[in-house]
């Protein structure tokens, strides 16, 4: 099965492809695409993909604004950390909707889904209202961490998300800084910490800073339609938001 992967986070995509060898080794990742617009060049000529895994969350603005220019045929399966957006995923052609980090057991039951509709013929993707209600009741469930483990010398000792201010790379090494200013070490990709916390409370600002809602001190207008976050804790770099970002940061402040 020639596949597409429309992925903007490196280690999100490793992920994905180390799974897909697990689970159907028959299928062939042919084009790895990372943005919208370079998703709406690719779609745009013609090609032979049998299914594509989509995360909803690009760099340069959510990957609905694909389909506002290109028709995609192919089955799609949507990856994100976002269940916000599953109403969303569901008007265009869906087969399922994964939640980061995605196990072995959800991608092997989108793929069975997928290829129950191929055998059946049908081009139609689309999900019933029933259906809809009970995947949005499942995706809600997602239990979001209230504390993480820290390491420190030969203990893990438990932090309070409600603590962290921010959380960032440091030279590939993902480190939580908290209202008090007190830095620590996290063994865990950026990427994964995300995933594991309330995005009703914390924001991925750009690839390096994942930003707490209540440590947000200002907002200024910056540049090339972009905005600059200032938080109540010190930070090693300037946060600024892309101007392809700037909407759905300011409807995630204002929730």
């Not at 084009?31 to 032979?48: A, K, M, P, T």
């Not at 045929?73 to 994964?98: G, H, M, Q, R």
């Not at 972009?226 to 930070?235: A, D």
């Amino acid at each position: 099965m020639r596949t597409v992967i429309v992925e903007d986070e490196q280690i999100a995509t490793q992920n994905l492809q180390r799974l897909l060898k697990e689970t159907n080794p028959d299928i062939e990742v042919v084009r790895v695409l990372q943005s919208v617009e370079e998703s709406i060049e690719y779609f745009s000529r013609g090609n032979d993909i049998e299914l594509v895994f989509m995360d909803i969350h690009l760099a340069d603005g959510l990957a609905f604004h694909i389909f506002d220019k290109v028709v995609i045929d192919c089955p799609i399966i949507f990856i994100t950390a976002y269940d916000k957006y599953a109403l969303e995923a569901f008007k265009v052609n869906s087969v399922d909707y994964l939640l980061k980090p995605i196990s072995k057991e959800d991608l092997t039951r989108a793929l069975d889904k997928c290829k129950r509709l191929s055998t059946q013929n049908s081009k139609s993707t689309n999900i019933s209202s029933e259906q809809l209600t009970l995947l949005i009741d499942q995706i809600k469930q997602k239990n979001y961490k209230s504390h993480l483990l820290i390491p420190l010398h030969e203990k893990l000792i438990p932090l309070d998300v409600n603590d962290i201010a921010y959380i960032y790379l440091d030279e590939k090494i993902s480190r939580i800084v908290t209202y008090d200013g007190e830095s620590h070490y996290l063994d865990k990709p950026l990427d994964y910490v995300y995933t594991q916390l309330d995005p009703a409370h914390f924001f991925r600002a750009n690839r390096q800073y994942v930003i707490a809602h209540k440590a947000i001190e200002s907002i200024s207008l910056w540049p090339l339609s972009k905005l600059y976050i200032t938080l109540k804790v010190e930070t090693p770099d300037k946060i600024i938001i892309s101007r392809a970002r700037v909407t759905e940061f300011k409807d995630w402040y204002t929730e």
